[in-house]
């Protein structure tokens, strides 16, 4: 099965990028109806990096619905200014465990005005079962993209040292 997301969202391609890389956004995405615990001695990472990372999937923040993983890549060899995460994961235990393949890619772009252009896509396979997971699926992909737009616009990105700037710059004006 298949399933596409192109969305516009009212943020810049930086925050963007540094939002689909964040375990934090994946569970705001996707509450209330799912939420994830890490089961890494470590937790969650502030930024996915590459590799496998084992989690807990928990329906409606409550009850364990089974252990998954993302496998975290980031492709190369983009257009100029396209940025991608790829998760070849997929659940191990659990009703999602249905799905023998898990490829899902999300595709970052900035677009003239400012704002990003975002791409989404799904390839997974739960074999004779595929008929029956597509429409949920699916549906579950458009929430997340509803969520990906109402979210956006609260994301931020200050470069490297900006915020620090400003501050102190702040606090030069105000004592002069």
């Known amino acids: 099965m298949r399933v596409l997301l192109k969305l516009t969202l009212d943020c810049d391609a930086d925050a963007a990028w540094r939002a689909i890389r964040s375990?934090?956004?994946l569970r705001e995405v996707v509450a209330p109806w799912l939420d994830f615990e890490s089961l890494?001695?470590?937790?969650?990472?502030?930024?996915?990096?590459?590799?496998?990372?084992?989690?807990?999937?928990?329906a409606f923040g409550i009850a364990p619905s089974g252990e998954e993983y993302?496998?975290?890549?980031?492709p190369g060899g983009l257009p100029p200014g396209v940025r991608m995460l790829r998760d070849g994961g997929g659940a191990v235990t659990g009703p999602l465990s249905a799905f023998r393949s898990w490829d899902h890619r999300m595709a970052i772009s900035p677009l003239p005005d400012g704002r990003t252009l975002y791409r989404d896509q799904l390839r997974a396979s739960a074999g004779a079962l595929d008929a029956l997971y597509w429409y949920p699926t699916w549906a579950f992909w458009q929430y997340r993209g509803q969520r990906l737009r109402q979210l956006a616009p609260t994301w931020a990105y200050d470069p490297p040292g900006t915020a620090d700037a400003e501050r102190a710059?702040?606090?030069?004006s105000?004592?002069?």
């Open 169 to 172: 710059e702040a606090a030069r």
């Open 70 to 74: 993302v496998d975290v890549s980031y």
């Open 174 to 176: 105000s004592r002069s």
């Open 40 to 58: 890494e001695a470590e937790g969650f990472p502030a930024t996915w990096p590459e590799g496998p990372h084992r989690m807990r999937a928990l």
């Open 23 to 25: 375990p934090a956004v």
